[in-house]
């Protein structure tokens, strides 16, 4: 079993409610854990390009465009549409549009890949699907081709030297915060598995700054302390962050993402949205 196989399964003992309706993040995971990467698939060494990069506030991303070939996703984006047509059949007719794109290789890892300001090549949607189930097909697909191609660079990336909202290594929109030791915010991407620091009080979405400007739902149960959902006035995005210092025993950030779907109804129903949705909204639309 790999590390968030095993975190999956003990979130679903902590929240067993959820084994069914989350029974396709598990399918998920299980693919990924099968998942090898092609021995190619990494970046060349190029730390001081790298730095330079960082330190000009643009993320690795153009390296992974031009690495990532659709050979590579081939298996892991067959799985992710299998899982996302089953959750959402309505998909169905949109997923096979995709797929022939896929096939012919009219449509390639670019239209899954983060962009500028979103997540795709396409503003609105690619070959039949739309901007959502597009975002959630990445979410399902690139992490570990993502993770393999950037593992070069993990090591020479100093926190200091990025205070922007998306991912330093794929460009990626936040997908979870943790909250570490003394307060501070860790961001996580869950296209590649990166992480980075964040400023406590600024939107990662549209990077308004200040208290006023934030809404911070919280679960009405006590035992579901330490965990909530951090909202943007301005931009309306969110995201749910948890408490480390009261969660010891909290997984990783893309598991606790997966695992907490209520606290993305409550965001959803106030009329907040998130980069890469949770299946409970795919579903609710
Ligand atoms: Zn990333
Ligand atoms: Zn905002």
Not at 166 to 181: K, L
Not at 224 to 238: H, I, K, M, T
Request: with cysteine; proline share 8%; charged share 20%.
């Amino acid at each position: 079993m790999s590390e968030l196989q095993e975190a999956w399964a003990d979130l679903l003992r902590r929240r067993p409610s959820f084994r069914d309706s989350l029974a396709v993040y598990g399918e998920i995971l299980d693919t990924w854990a099968n998942w090898s990467p092609p021995p190619a698939l990494a970046l060349a060494a190029a730390p001081e390009q790298w730095r330079a990069s960082w330190e000009g506030g643009v993320p690795l991303a153009a390296e992974a465009a031009r690495l990532l070939r659709a050979e590579d996703l081939e298996d892991l984006v067959g799985a992710a549409m299998e899982a996302l047509a089953r959750v959402e059949p309505s998909l169905g007719p949109g997923l096979q549009a995709f797929a022939a794109a896929w096939d012919s290789g009219a449509v390639g890892p670019t239209a899954l890949l983060p962009a500028r300001g979103r997540i795709g090549a396409a503003p609105g949607g690619t070959a039949g699907l739309g901007t959502d189930a597009l975002a959630f097909l990445a979410g399902a697909s690139l992490r570990p081709a993502l993770e393999a191609l950037f593992a070069p660079a993990r090591e020479h990336f100093t926190e200091s030297a990025w205070s922007l909202g998306i991912c330093p290594f794929c460009g990626g929109p936040p997908g979870f915060i943790d909250v570490v030791e003394d307060g501070r915010r860790r961001l996580a991407c869950h296209l590649c598995g990166g992480a980075w620091g964040f400023a406590k009080l600024r939107c990662p979405f549209c990077g308004v700054d200040g208290a006023a400007h934030l809404v911070r739902l919280t679960p009405e149960e006590a035992r579901e302390e330490g965990y909530l959902v951090s909202a943007c006035r301005e931009c309306r995005g969110y995201i749910k962050e948890v408490d480390r210092r009261a969660r010891w025993n909290a997984g990783p950030p893309l598991i606790e993402d997966w695992g907490s779907p209520h606290f993305d109804l409550i965001a959803h129903r106030q009329g907040y949205w998130r980069p890469i949705p949770s299946i409970v909204q795919l579903v609710a639309k």
